[in-house]
């Protein structure tokens, strides 16, 4: 693994933060991968990693994925980034000390950074963050926030797999549609929930046992065990649980036509998108199809949204994923090359080549 010195070397951000917090033998990181929009906005992941350098070099990769997704939603903010590389994950008073410590390192960068949950981090988190920083999102309803953004994640994903359904066959009709849903947490137990509901062929596939047996009880979907996830044939495979799942090896054992998911960082490297698009399989850029959980913080808590208006932003989300499609097409291009184009024609301030304003927030609305 690299150094610190490497990675900071190789990284093309602005700024990285780090502080060792020696009560808990935790590591702190922040990263402020772009300002041009607006401050870096980001979620804060709490993990175990092999080494602290693995740490950084996570957060690293998802600051500069969070300049694309808010570029390309429109939002009037940057990208960036936070992990809490810990020994281990903490609870109860550990856990709220930690928390409460991180929070002023956060405040102290006086709204440079932004942030709100991800991995292992959830509401009640951000309310303990929240008594020493204001810089947060998402905190509890009942404190002025705007909730859990899983939900709006949820609803994004959703119009992004109908917008989906669409290009590839012509109508966005669930009925007669196999989608399996890989991860069954916050974001992907939603998007079952709705593509039930829609009258999707529901197949669900979870590393915790009991919580996809529950679900599928619940909803009335297959099990798939997690070692044939992949494999499974369906008509869209949706990712909703941890990164890099498309790799050369896995995208040459897929057997669907769509794949569109919440995951974070679901290609294992760039060109893994050309690899679906030699495979024949439409793939929804994930940083596009998983900014819900934005949209409804932004919305909510800043832009004066009621739920009819942030509704109507999460399904611009599906109009943008369309309009990436066709881009990709007319460019003969892969959908994460267009997506790419779109993202950093608005850096850029070239609005123009950028493929539409669908469902960006807009003050005022």
Not at 7 to 28: H, K, T
Not at 85 to 113: D, Q, T, W
Not at 131 to 148: F, M
Request: net charge negative; glycine share 14%; hydrophobic share 45%.
């Amino acid at each position: 693994m690299r150094s610190f010195e490497e990675l900071l070397r190789s990284w093309g951000g602005e700024q990285a933060v780090f502080r060792y917090d020696e009560p808990s033998g935790s590591w702190m990181f922040v990263c402020i991968h772009s300002t041009t929009l607006g401050p870096a906005g980001g979620g804060t992941r709490m993990l175990v990693y092999p080494t602290p350098a693995d740490g950084l070099a996570d957060a690293m990769r998802l600051s500069a994925a969070m300049t694309l997704k808010m570029a390309v939603v429109g939002a009037p903010f940057g990208g960036g980034k936070a992990v809490l590389a810990v020994p281990a994950l903490p609870g109860g008073e550990e856990r709220r000390k930690l928390l409460l410590r991180y929070g002023a390192l956060v405040s102290s960068l006086g709204g440079m950074f932004r942030t709100a949950a991800d991995v292992n981090t959830s509401t009640p988190d951000l309310d303990v963050l929240a008594e020493v920083c204001p810089y947060v999102y998402g905190r509890s309803e009942t404190l002025g926030g705007g909730g859990d953004s899983g939900r709006g994640t949820a609803r994004g994903v959703f119009h992004g797999i109908l917008a989906s359904l669409r290009h590839v066959y012509g109508t966005d009709e669930l009925r007669g549609r196999t989608v399996l849903v890989q991860g069954l947490g916050s974001v992907g137990g939603r998007l079952a929930a709705d593509l039930a509901a829609g009258g999707a062929d529901l197949l669900v596939s979870d590393v915790d046992a009991v919580r996809a047996q529950g679900v599928a009880a619940s909803l009335g979907a297959r099990v798939v065990a997690p070692e044939q996830a992949l494999a499974a044939e369906c008509d869209v495979f949706a990712p909703c649980a941890v990164g890099g799942v498309l790799s050369r090896d896995s995208v040459s054992i897929l057997r669907c036509r769509i794949v569109a998911g919440a995951a974070n960082n679901q290609l294992a490297a760039p060109e893994d998108a050309e690899r679906l698009r030699a495979a024949g399989i439409l793939y929804a850029p994930d940083y596009v199809i998983n900014a819900g959980g934005i949209l409804q913080l932004l919305g909510l808590e800043d832009l004066g949204w009621d739920e009819e208006v942030l509704e109507e932003h999460l399904a611009g989300i599906g109009a943008t994923v369309g309009e990436i499609f066709l881009l990709a097409e007319r460019e003969g291009i892969s959908t994460g090359r267009a997506a790419e184009r779109v993202a950093l024609a608005r850096l850029s301030g070239d609005q123009g080549s950028a493929s539409g304003d669908a469902g960006r927030p807009r003050r005022g609305t």
